[in-house]
């Protein structure tokens, strides 16, 4: 609905529409957490979530202390969008 309002508001200038939701200096680019872990680590966290499930704090205790809670929930959720994850649910 937001950008709907915000393209008729711009009188169905898509560009002009656009660049009302685009901040100044351009989109907000997040960083991948995924291309900060090495492939070891990425191999350390899949066993950890086979031996703990989503036990976030023990897989940081017990597989990867020097990862924070955050980084490793974040990892899991940008992990479940990948082949990996799907090769080991089916």
């Keep these: ?8 508001r711009n009188g169905y200038d898509l560009a002009k529409a656009m660049s009302t939701l685009v901040p100044q200096g351009g989109p907000v680019l997040c ?3 995924m291309e900060e872990w090495s492939a070891s680590e990425a191999m350390l966290f899949e066993e950890a979530l ?4 989503k036990d976030f ?3 940081r205790q017990d597989f990867l202390p020097w990862k924070s809670l955050a980084s490793i929930v974040q990892f899991y959720y940008m ?12």
Excluded at 1 to 8: E, G, I, S, V, Y
Excluded at 79 to 90: G, H, L
């Design 31 to 33: 960083r991948d957490e």
């Design 57 to 59: 704090n023990d897989i």
């Design 79 to 90: 992990w479940k969008t990948t082949d990996r994850y799907i090769q080991q649910v089916w």
């Design 50 to 53: 086979e031996k703990y499930g």
């Design 1 to 8: 609905f937001h950008a709907m309002d915000t393209l008729q």
